[in-house]
C-alpha cells in the first residue's frame, strides 16, 4: 500500500551518516538490511531478514546480532518503524514511505495496512484540543482477520 517518498540514494545517503555519527563503520552486510526492507513492502522480523539475505546472498557472512543491532539503529532514526507483538517480538517496515495505520490479526499475525482521512484528522484535532504538538503517531487495531473469522 505506502509508496516509498524517498530515493533508496537520500536514504543510503543518510543511513552512512548515521553510523559516521554513532562511530560504526559502513559494511555491506547493514547495507543488505536497509536495502531488504526499503524494496520489499510489507512487515518482516529480524529473522525475517535474516533469511532473505542468506538465501539471496548466500556468499555474504551475517550474524543475527548484525540484523537486530542495525534494525534498533534504523529504527532510532526513523528510517524504519515497528509494530511490536510483545512476547513474539517485532515486525519492521520501512519508515519513511507515505503514513498508515496498522490492522493486526491476533491469530494467524497478518497485517493489513489502512489509511482513513477521518481518523488522521480526528487525532490532529484531539492534539489541538489538549495543546499538544503532535509530532507522529502510530495506530494498531488489532482482532481477528477475516480469514482466521471464516475458519472458526
Known sequence: MPQNIVSYADVLNDFKKLLKVNKLKYTKQRELILEIIYNNDGHFT???????????????????????????????????????FGAQGKKYEFGLGEHHDHLVCLKCGGIEEFFDEIIEQRQEDIAKEHNFRMSNHIMKITGICSVCQAKE
Open 46 to 84: 529480524p529473522e525475517d531478514i535474516y533469511n532473505l539475505i542468506k538465501k539471496s546472498y548466500p556468499e555474504v557472512k551475517l550474524g543475527i546480532a548484525t540484523v537486530y543491532r542495525t534494525l534498533t539503529l534504523l529504527e532510532e532514526s526513523n528510517i524504519v518503524s515497528s509494530i511490536s
